[in-house]
């Protein structure tokens, strides 16, 4: 059966650039495909433009479009028949090889816990025990979306699932809560249908950096193979990996960019972290 990696770019250009730095830091540590699903003008882009960066591109059906939804589709655009996602924002420091394995008692294995009644955690500042009592659950899978990994043709219908659940459950019934702070993405439905689901987890320790991590890290010598950009780099940090990008695209021949991509994306953090501690502060969250 074969195996790859898919990340995925849709809307706007700044994540194709970083699909791109995603892309040739995993070559680094593996030789499985690489495929990108994006949408029509995107796949342009990279017919034009990086033709050999990645091994295929595929489209994102429509019916997974609507903003959050887009994750959901994976299942049904990847050309594999075991998938490993990663997100555009990501950089790959070592080998996710082993993740494979998961694959072999699990439908899919995700990165984070299943949680039970008697657990309670923030997972994007809601209360995991009172999503499970909302959503009438006895598991919760609390989860970063950021990489994990499925038996394709198995997911479709789980994928299916999350999509009725994020525009039939999730939206309507937590959407006032923004308010609040919180905050409503794919990870909400894919806990919910991943706790009836019961679907798997990633062995531990988790393959990616948490934000209490990110100050340690040292790019020299990484502990983790996986740096996902949910949190703002140290300067040093920037400097080093945007560097690191850039000698990549000139070892591989491929277009060089400034970092306008990965400097917004820093700057977007940024932004984030001032919101989420002043939220702490008012012990809103």
């Given at each position: 059966?074969q195996?790859?990696?898919?990340?995925?770019?849709?809307?706007?250009?700044?994540?194709?650039?970083?699909?791109?730095?995603?892309?040739?830091?995993?070559?680094?540590h593996?030789?499985?495909?690489?495929?990108?699903?994006?949408?029509e003008?995107?796949?342009?882009?990279?017919?034009?433009?990086?033709?050999?960066?990645f091994?295929?591109?595929?489209?994102?059906?429509?019916?997974?479009?609507?903003?959050?939804?887009?994750?959901?589709?994976?299942?049904?655009?990847?050309?594999?028949?075991?998938?490993?996602?990663?997100?555009?924002?990501?950089?790959?420091?070592?080998?996710?090889?082993?993740?494979?394995?998961?694959?072999?008692?699990?439908?899919?294995?995700?990165?984070?816990?299943?949680?039970?009644?008697?657990?309670?955690?923030?997972?994007?500042?809601?209360?995991?025990?009172?999503?499970?009592?909302?959503?009438?659950?006895?598991?919760?899978?609390?989860?970063?979306?950021?990489?994990?990994?499925?038996?394709t043709?198995?997911?479709?219908?789980?994928?299916?699932?999350?999509?009725?659940?994020?525009?039939d459950e999730?939206?309507?019934?937590?959407?006032?809560?923004?308010?609040?702070?919180?905050?409503i993405?794919?990870?909400?439905?894919?806990?919910i249908?991943?706790?009836?689901?019961?679907?798997?987890?990633?062995?531990?320790?988790?393959?990616?950096?948490?934000?209490?991590?990110?100050?340690?890290?040292?790019?020299?010598?990484?502990?983790?193979?996986?740096?996902?950009?949910?949190?703002?780099?140290?300067?040093r940090?920037?400097d080093?990996?945007?560097?690191?990008?850039?000698a990549?695209?000139?070892?591989?021949?491929?277009r060089?960019?400034?970092?306008?991509?990965?400097?917004?994306?820093?700057?977007?953090?940024?932004?984030?972290?001032?919101r989420?501690?002043w939220?702490?502060?008012?012990?809103?969250?």
């Amino acid at each position: 059966m074969q195996r790859g990696f898919v990340t995925m770019a849709v809307g706007s250009p700044r994540f194709l650039e970083m699909g791109v730095d995603m892309a040739l830091s995993l070559r680094e540590h593996s030789e499985d495909p690489v495929a990108l699903v994006a949408d029509e003008g995107i796949a342009g882009i990279v017919r034009d433009t990086y033709p050999d960066v990645f091994d295929e591109v595929t489209l994102l059906p429509e019916r997974f479009m609507d903003g959050r939804a887009r994750k959901y589709g994976l299942a049904a655009a990847s050309p594999f028949d075991r998938t490993a996602f990663i997100d555009a924002d990501c950089i790959v420091l070592g080998s996710l090889d082993h993740a494979w394995s998961a694959l072999e008692s699990n439908t899919a294995a995700f990165v984070g816990e299943l949680l039970g009644p008697a657990d309670d955690e923030n997972h994007h500042g809601f209360s995991t025990k009172r999503l499970m009592k909302r959503f009438d659950l006895d598991h919760y899978l609390k989860t970063n979306s950021g990489f994990f990994c499925f038996r394709t043709e198995e997911m479709k219908p789980l994928m299916d699932e999350m999509v009725r659940c994020f525009t039939d459950e999730v939206r309507p019934q937590l959407k006032w809560q923004v308010v609040l702070g919180r905050w409503i993405g794919d990870e909400i439905a894919i806990g919910i249908v991943g706790g009836r689901h019961r679907l798997g987890t990633l062995p531990k320790p988790a393959e990616m950096y948490w934000p209490n991590e990110f100050e340690a890290l040292d790019l020299d010598r990484p502990g983790k193979p996986l740096l996902h950009w949910i949190w703002p780099l140290t300067p040093r940090q920037y400097d080093r990996i945007t560097a690191d990008a850039e000698a990549r695209r000139r070892a591989h021949g491929v277009r060089s960019v400034d970092s306008d991509h990965w400097r917004i994306e820093q700057e977007n953090l940024e932004t984030m972290a001032r919101r989420r501690r002043w939220l702490e502060r008012l012990r809103i969250w």
